[in-house]
């Protein structure tokens, strides 16, 4: 059983750079979620996807965020123009949307540094 | 507005006793309530949940009761081992619509459990 995975696990880049990280979601599961993590806070949410179609996102995803998720499969994440403040832990989950149950499974993340 | 709250930063417990983290929440339109368990370096474990129908869920060590009049929710882990140690979040879902599968989460209690 392969669980979530993402790619890279970490990044560093220079202030205004453009960033893209990749998820791999269980293979079965159709939702898939985006959430940020910073020091001493709990993981914040930015987007999901109920198969390809993208069904929310959060205030806290700026212009300078896009994700898209083709075919319904791997999403990726894209951050253009980055700034010190987008440096944080980016996490991925994926659900099956077949019960009321909404247990995620979280990959491993993404640690970004914006220098 | 922090709809998710854990107050206590740190636990300390011994092996073998009981730990008890708890967790509030504000918006009344949760109706589902998980916790995770986090360690360094990777992403969050879902660890267990619980309905709002429901006051008490129990798996193995673990136990989570819910008070929906008070909005308060706890995870008690008995007996505690080292292993357990981790960062434990409390996390909220308010299922239908738009919303459904997006989760809101609480900013974590350290638990270090001591041999």
């Known amino acids: 059983d392969t669980g979530v995975s993402q790619d890279p696990r970490h990044k560093i880049t220079k202030r205004g750079q453009n960033v893209t990280f990749r998820c791999d979601p269980i293979?079965?599961?159709?939702?898939l979620y985006w959430y940020r993590q910073t020091l001493g806070q709990g993981p914040e949410f930015l987007t999901y996807?109920?198969?390809?179609?993208?069904?929310?996102k959060s205030r806290l995803l700026s212009d300078r965020f896009s994700a898209e998720r083709p075919k319904g499969s791997f999403s990726t994440l894209e951050i253009q123009r980055t700034e010190q403040g987008d440096s944080a832990m980016y996490l991925c989950?994926?659900?099956?949307?077949?019960?009321?149950?909404?247990?995620?499974?979280f990959g491993p993340g993404t640690r970004l540094t914006v220098l | 507005d922090q709809q998710v709250k854990q107050n206590s930063p740190s636990l300390s417990v011994q092996e073998g006793r009981i730990s008890i983290l708890n967790c509030d929440y504000t918006n009344s339109m949760f109706d589902y309530f998980l916790w995770y368990k986090k360690y360094p370096a990777e992403g969050p474990t879902f660890l267990i949940s619980i309905s709002s129908i429901k006051d008490k869920n129990e798996d193995g060590r673990f136990t989570v009761f819910l008070n929906k009049s008070a909005k308060h929710l706890s995870l008690h882990i008995v007996p505690s081992q080292p292993g357990d140690s981790a960062v434990y979040f409390c996390a909220a879902s308010a299922n239908g619509g738009t919303s459904y599968g997006k989760l809101t989460f609480g900013q974590g209690t350290i638990l270090t459990v001591h041999p």
């Open positions: 989950a994926s659900s099956l949307a077949r019960t009321r149950r909404n247990e995620q499974f």
């Open positions: 293979s079965e599961h159709n939702r």
């Open positions: 996807f109920q198969n390809e179609a993208q069904l929310e």
